[in-house]
Structures are given as C-alpha cells and as structure tokens.
C-alpha cells in the first residue's frame, strides 16, 4: 500500500519502520490539509478583498475626478493655469490656502481657549454684579455691569475712608474716655486731699476756700518779707541780733561816726589836691628862677619859694593829719567788726574749727576787697582764702556756712527735714566722724535725714547719735 501511495521505502523493512514511517506520513497529510483549508480560507478572503478593493478602486477614480473638476474650478476660479500637478503657482496657492487655513483654526483655538472663556468670566462678573446691585440698591438694575462696578467701586472707596475715619474717631473717643477719667480721677484726688482742708478751715467747698487761700498766700508773702527785711537787717548790722543792734543804736551815735569818717575822707583828698597843686608851682617856681639868674627878681622869686615852701608844710602836716585820722577811724571800725561780727559767721567759725579738727579756728571778712573775701585764719594766724584751700577744706567751709546759715534761719521760722546726701565724700574718718558730730548737734533742733552708700559710715554713725538714729538700708 505504502508503495501504491507512492511513498518510498525498503522492502525489506520491519512492520514497526513501516508502522513509524507511516505514522508520519499521516501526520504531514494531516498538516498539509490544514495548511491547504486555511490558504483556502485566505483565499476566499483575498477575493472578497478585491472585490471591495475594486468597488474602492472605482470610488476613488470617481472621487479624484470629481476632485480634478473641482481643482480644475478653483484653479479657473483663481485664475490660475497649468498642469494641476507641476505649476508651482498652484502649489504656491495650495501652500497659501494651508496657511490661512491653519492660522484660522489657531484663531479658532484661541478663540474657544481664550476669548470664550472671557466672555464667560464676563458674563460671571455681569451676573454677580447684577446679583450685588440687587442686595445693595435695586436702582442701580438698570444700568450695564460696567457702570454698576464703577459705581460700587466708588460706595467702596467711600465706605473705606467713612471706616478709617470712624476707627479714628472711635481711638479719639476712646482717648478722650481715658483723659476725662484720669482727670476725674484727678479731681477726686483733689478733693480728697482737699477735704481735711475744708476740715480745718470749717468751710464744705473750695469756692468758699479760695478766699481763705488768697489771705494765706498774702500771710506768706508779707511774713516772707519780713524774713528778709529781718535778714537784711542782721546782715546791715554787722550780723548782730535785733535786740543787740537796738542797743547799739541806743548808745551810739552812727550818723555822727559815718559823717565823721566822711569829713575826713574829704579832707585828705582836698589835702592830696592841694600837695599836687604846689608841687606843679613849685616846678614853675624854681624853673622861672632859673631863668632870673641873679637878677634883680632873684630876691622876689626866692621869697615866692620860701612862701610856697611853707604852705606845702603846713599842707604836708595836714595831710599826715588827716591820713593818721583816717587810719584810727578805720582801725576802730575794723576792731568794732571783729568785736561785734554776726552770729552767722561766729557760728560758721565755730562749725569749721570742728570740722577741721582745729586745723581753722576763725572765719574772717575782708572788707577791703570788692567783691568782700571770705578767709579761715590757721591756729597759728595764717590767713588761707577759698582758693588756697584743698577740696576736702572747701567742701567743710560750705558745710559750715550752710549748717550755720541753717541754724539761724531755724530760730525766725518753722522746722524742717535737713537731707544730707554724701556729704563727706572728701572727708577721712576723723573728720567725717566730727560733721555727723555737727549733724547730731543739728538734730536736736530739726530731723536731720543723712543719704550715703557708704556702709563703713554706719558703725560711725551709730556711735555719734547713739540709739536715737533710724537706720533704713535699701537695696
């Protein structure tokens, strides 16, 4: 059978070769029938293809004829000539139309990208406009959105600057509260600290108080003017008290001792106007008898000199006169300020000779000097001015003169507080311990408060004023 199919094998082969060998070809059979029904299937396909390809074929032909009619028209209509496929003025145009046409659809693009989605926003404004108009004023429905946003733009604007003036306004009112409050607080003050006033002057409003303030104030001035009128009295009096001066005026006869003195100032200037007077004649005197020589004038002339001679003696006796009174008279009132100085210096004097642990035992005045110079005499008499003096003896001068000055003007009106602030920051020890001495003397007539962060000075102090002092450490 294998060799009636035309297949070629050995004769002599064994069934189970023939039974393999057959197998396979079976099976190639079977592959090639597979093979020739799918390239039957594709062929049928292929047909049916061609079919439709030249159903599309004619189409196509129909549509590029129908298409050349057109081009063929829209050359003419163009005005363009030629062979359609190789005039370059065709495909120029072609170019053209493609440009135009693709700037057109861009224009389109932006179009519908850009200038629709403005008109959208637009019409959004238009309508939120519209709908703002009809909540704040309906009036304003009848004109366009443009004019409407111009108008709400210029409520805003106002309505801003109206907020802004109200907040500063509200900040005035709210500082002008806070002024009328403190100034009431202010008056309540007042009229607290008022009331005991009121009180004592057995009155109930300060209307009725002010008339009792303006006698008060002119009570302080005159007493006030009196102080100084009593001042200036000691002062003119060489320092002595009233009652001193009283009897001074009783005793002694001070317009005769001021004309006195004035008498003989006038004297010895006449008497030093008359010595120049006769000098200058006696100058003429010898220089006309020079000129003489031994005339007959000499005898006349050397009598003019013998007379001039003698009216300069007399003169001359007259002015060591005058000049030994002038020097008595001031000796005598010199002697008469020593004798009598005021208090004020006479305590200043004792103030600094403690300070000064007697380095000083007197304060003196020269009256010569203009302006008057205040000197201390040393224990031995050497008399030291300001300006000689070191800062430590300075500041104990002033120290003196002050408590001094302070002392006096305690017995002619009311105590009050003495504040001492480091007051011996020149002082060593020993004399620092005698101002708290002069302090602690003070303290018996007024409060005597002592300002110093010196802590070495407590101890100092605690021995000077005992258990009378109060002593406040801050920190």
Same mark, same amino acid.
């Given at each position: /059978?294998? =060799?009636?199919?035309?297949? /070629?094998?050995?004769?002599?082969?064994?069934?189970?070769?023939?039974?393999?060998?057959?197998?396979?070809?079976?099976?190639?059979?079977?592959?090639?029938? #597979?093979?020739?029904?799918?390239?039957?299937?594709?062929?049928?396909?292929?047909?049916?293809?061609?079919?439709?390809?030249?159903?599309?074929?004619?189409?196509?032909?129909?549509?590029?004829?129908?298409?050349?009619?057109?081009?063929?028209?829209?050359?003419?209509?163009?005005?363009?000539?030629? $062979?359609?496929?190789?005039?370059?003025?065709?495909?120029?145009?072609?170019?053209?139309?493609?440009?135009?046409? $693709?700037?057109?659809?861009?224009?389109?693009?932006?179009?519908?990208?850009?200038?629709?989605?403005?008109?959208?926003?637009?019409?959004?404004?238009?309508?939120?406009?519209?709908?703002?108009?009809?909540?704040?004023?309906?009036?304003?429905?009848?004109?366009?959105?443009?004019?409407?946003? #111009?108008?709400?733009?210029?409520?805003?604007?106002?309505?801003?600057?109206?907020?802004?003036?109200?907040?500063?306004?509200?900040?005035?009112?709210?500082?002008?509260?806070?002024?009328?409050?403190?100034?009431?607080?202010? %008056?309540?003050?007042?009229?607290?600290?008022?009331?005991?006033?009121?009180?004592?002057?057995?009155?109930?409003?300060?209307?009725?108080?002010?008339?009792?303030?303006?006698?008060?104030?002119?009570?302080?001035?005159?007493?006030?003017?009196?102080?100084?009128?009593?001042?200036?009295?000691?002062?003119?009096?060489?320092?002595?008290?009233?009652?001193?001066?009283?009897?001074?005026?009783?005793?002694?006869?001070?317009?005769?001792?001021?004309?006195?003195?004035?008498?003989? /100032?006038?004297?010895?200037?006449?008497?030093?106007?008359?010595?120049?007077? =006769?000098?200058?004649?006696?100058?003429?005197?010898?220089?006309?008898?020079?000129?003489?020589?031994?005339?007959?004038?000499?005898?006349?002339?050397?009598?003019?000199?013998?007379? #001039? =001679?003698?009216?300069?003696?007399?003169?001359?006796?007259?002015?060591?006169?005058?000049?030994?009174?002038?020097?008595?008279?001031?000796?005598?009132?010199?002697?008469?300020? $020593?004798?009598?100085?005021?208090?004020?210096?006479?305590?200043?004097?004792?103030?600094?000779?403690? =300070?000064?642990?007697?380095?000083?035992?007197?304060?003196?005045?020269?009256? $010569?000097?203009?302006?008057? #110079?205040?000197?201390?005499?040393?224990?031995?008499?050497?008399?030291?001015?300001?300006?000689?003096?070191?800062?430590?003896?300075?500041?104990?001068?002033?120290?003196?003169?002050?408590?001094?000055?302070?002392?006096?003007?305690?017995?002619?009106?009311?105590?009050?507080?003495?504040?001492?602030?480091?007051?011996? %920051?020149?002082?060593?020890?020993?004399?620092?311990?005698?101002?708290?001495?002069?302090?602690?003397?003070?303290?018996?007539?007024?409060?005597?408060?002592?300002?110093?962060?010196?802590?070495?000075?407590?101890?100092?102090?605690?021995?000077?004023?005992?258990?009378?002092?109060?002593?406040?450490?801050?920190?």
């Amino acid at each position: /059978m294998l =060799l009636a199919g035309g297949l /070629m094998v050995e004769p002599q082969a064994g069934i189970g070769h023939l039974c393999g060998f057959a197998a396979a070809h079976i099976s190639d059979a079977e592959r090639a029938a #597979a093979r020739r029904s799918a390239v039957a299937k594709q062929l049928t396909s292929a047909r049916a293809a061609l079919l439709s390809l030249g159903r599309a074929n004619a189409a196509a032909g129909d549509a590029l004829a129908a298409w050349k009619a057109q081009w063929a028209a829209a050359l003419s209509q163009a005005r363009l000539t030629g $062979d359609t496929g190789t005039d370059p003025h065709a495909e120029a145009a072609v170019d053209i139309v493609m440009a135009i046409q $693709d700037k057109l659809e861009k224009a389109r693009e932006v179009r519908r990208a850009r200038i629709d989605t403005m008109r959208a926003d637009l019409d959004a404004f238009a309508q939120d406009t519209r709908r703002i108009a009809a909540e704040l004023d309906a009036n304003l429905l009848g004109h366009n959105a443009d004019e409407i946003s #111009a108008e709400l733009s210029r409520r805003l604007a106002t309505a801003l600057t109206a907020q802004a003036d109200a907040e500063r306004i509200e900040r005035e009112l709210h500082r002008a509260q806070t002024e009328a409050r403190q100034a009431l607080e202010a %008056v309540q003050s007042v009229h607290a600290t008022l009331q005991p006033l009121l009180e004592r002057a057995l009155v109930r409003t300060p209307q009725e108080l002010e008339p009792l303030i303006a006698r008060s104030d002119r009570a302080r001035v005159l007493a006030d003017a009196i102080a100084r009128d009593r001042l200036a009295l000691v002062s003119g009096g060489d320092g002595l008290a009233l009652e001193a001066l009283f009897e001074e005026l009783v005793r002694a006869d001070v317009p005769a001792a001021q004309a006195a003195l004035s008498a003989v /100032m006038t004297e010895l200037q006449e008497s030093v106007d008359a010595q120049s007077m =006769l000098s200058t004649e006696l100058a003429a005197a010898r220089q006309r008898l020079a000129t003489i020589s031994g005339s007959a004038n000499a005898a006349i002339a050397e009598a003019k000199r013998q007379e #001039a =001679l003698a009216q300069m003696a007399d003169t001359s006796e007259r002015y060591v006169k005058v000049a030994t009174a002038a020097r008595l008279l001031r000796w005598a009132i010199d002697r008469y300020r $020593d004798r009598k100085q005021g208090p004020m210096l006479a305590r200043a004097s004792a103030i600094f000779a403690q =300070l000064t642990l007697g380095g000083f035992h007197k304060l003196t005045v020269d009256y $010569d000097k203009q302006p008057l #110079a205040l000197s201390a005499l040393r224990s031995g008499g050497t008399a030291v001015e300001i300006p000689g003096m070191s800062e430590g003896t300075r500041d104990q001068l002033y120290l003196a003169l002050r408590l001094a000055a302070l002392e006096l003007h305690l017995e002619q009106t009311d105590a009050l507080p003495f504040i001492a602030d480091d007051l011996f %920051v020149n002082f060593d020890n020993a004399r620092a311990k005698a101002g708290l001495q002069a302090l602690a003397d003070l303290s018996q007539r007024t409060q005597v408060i002592f300002l110093s962060h010196h802590e070495h000075l407590v101890p100092m102090v605690r021995e000077v004023f005992g258990s009378g002092v109060n002593v406040v450490t801050l920190h």
